[in-house]
């Protein structure tokens, strides 16, 4: 995108472009979670259709921007693929819980089917694996007024540690013909159809689906329904969860920490600082807010914390320039969990967090299950630590 200014002299520059929209992910992840949250309180039935509409609205709003910044990042660095494990039903599970409430504001039939022939765990960018899914759901929401979604994920074939995986999302929309499924995939490739979109999410989910050893792809017939697909080649992971049920790790920490309940929260901006001690709380824990790293470390010499949610862009000191100081420290803040909270999530970003010796990482836009995922996984590892210390 050329450089370019408007009429008030602003700059509208391709790098000026992805900041506001990177400035605008976070505050339309905040109030997705802060819908998503809503949603499990008691309310009146046009209350909860209210609010899972916005958060609906929300949710598309934020896979706009997340097109528009991951198109160009891609353009400009490579698609940046990390490797971690993770549990692939608990993975889909996540996502279904998003898309199962959007599909209740349009009164369409949300299901997921998995193969029984599929490992549990994986080592793969589970991350990457959730944007791909989203952009297929996001699309067949948009095109899917009466009917059902599905969402399955098929064994396709194991060789040796590797296993492939197709995924698949089908929908009862009005489908299309074969010439416009030449348009497909490309950059900005659009359909005929008036539904709004960058043009951007599909030729992403290819490129994606090719640098983790797969393809993408789609049939469709006009006026009956469409079904996307990509594959995968993963390493399957020998190792097993402790416990897969969220609430019995919770459970399971309080067991052997009584102590585990307080959280810090590192961030310069209160919106932001809100949403997570809203999730936060949610889940049962206290919280505890700085605004910047010094506040912080003055918070740490006084004050016992179970872990720390920490962000990269604060005045003053670095998120991992604070992390580096609390590392430094005596015990036991030395080895408090500290986990990233950042929008910065560059392989150099990370890079640095975990020579810092980061504890996790969750990208901003934030997500509920992702902030309490990443607290689990740090508490749990915690304990186990103590453990074996003791």
Not at 63 to 83: E, F, M, P, R, T
Not at 84 to 103: K, N, W
Not at 247 to 268: E, G, P, Y
Request: glycine share 8%; aromatic share 4%; proline share 3%.
């Amino acid at each position: 995108m050329p450089h370019t200014q408007n009429n008030t002299g602003v700059d509208l520059s391709a790098t000026a472009i992805a900041e506001v929209i990177h400035e605008l992910r976070a505050p339309l992840g905040g109030i997705e979670a802060m819908a998503g949250l809503l949603c499990k309180t008691d309310m009146t039935p046009e209350q909860d259709k209210l609010v899972r509409g916005l958060m609906a609205a929300a949710t598309h709003l934020r896979a706009v921007a997340n097109d528009v910044l991951d198109g160009a990042a891609a353009s400009k660095h490579g698609l940046g693929i990390h490797d971690d494990r993770f549990h692939l039903h608990q993975l889909v599970q996540s996502i279904a819980v998003s898309a199962e409430s959007r599909a209740g504001t349009k009164a369409i039939k949300f299901a997921t089917v998995m193969d029984d022939r599929l490992s549990e765990q994986f080592v793969g960018d589970a991350r990457r694996i959730r944007q791909m899914l989203e952009n297929l759901l996001d699309n067949a929401m948009k095109v899917t007024s009466a009917g059902s979604i599905t969402l399955s994920v098929e064994h396709v074939d194991r060789r040796g540690q590797f296993e492939g995986l197709k995924f698949t999302v089908a929908d009862t929309g009005p489908g299309f013909s074969a010439e416009e499924q030449k348009k497909l995939f490309r950059s900005y490739g659009r359909l005929a159809n008036g539904v709004n979109g960058t043009g951007l999410g599909l030729s992403l989910v290819r490129r994606l689906a090719q640098a983790m050893g797969g393809e993408a792809g789609c049939k469709a017939v006009q006026g009956r329904g469409a079904q996307f697909w990509f594959t995968l080649r993963l390493k399957t992971s020998a190792r097993q969860d402790l416990d897969t049920t969220p609430d019995t790790v919770v459970d399971a920490i309080a067991k052997h920490d009584t102590q585990v309940s307080r959280i810090l929260i590192v961030d310069d901006n209160p919106a932001n600082r809100m949403i997570m001690a809203a999730i936060l709380e949610h889940f049962g824990y206290q919280t505890a807010e700085a605004e910047s790293g010094e506040i912080a470390l003055d918070l740490l010499a006084h004050e016992t914390f179970s872990a720390i949610m920490l962000d990269q862009t604060l005045p003053g000191m670095s998120g991992v320039e604070t992390l580096l100081t609390i590392r430094a420290m005596s015990a036991p803040m030395a080895s408090i969990p500290v986990i990233p909270v950042t929008g910065r999530v560059s392989s150099a970003d990370r890079k640095a967090f975990a020579q810092a010796g980061a504890n996790g990482f969750v990208e901003k836009p934030v997500t509920a299950r992702a902030v309490r995922d990443a607290i689990q996984d740090a508490l749990m590892l915690s304990c186990e630590s103590k453990r074996s210390a003791a």
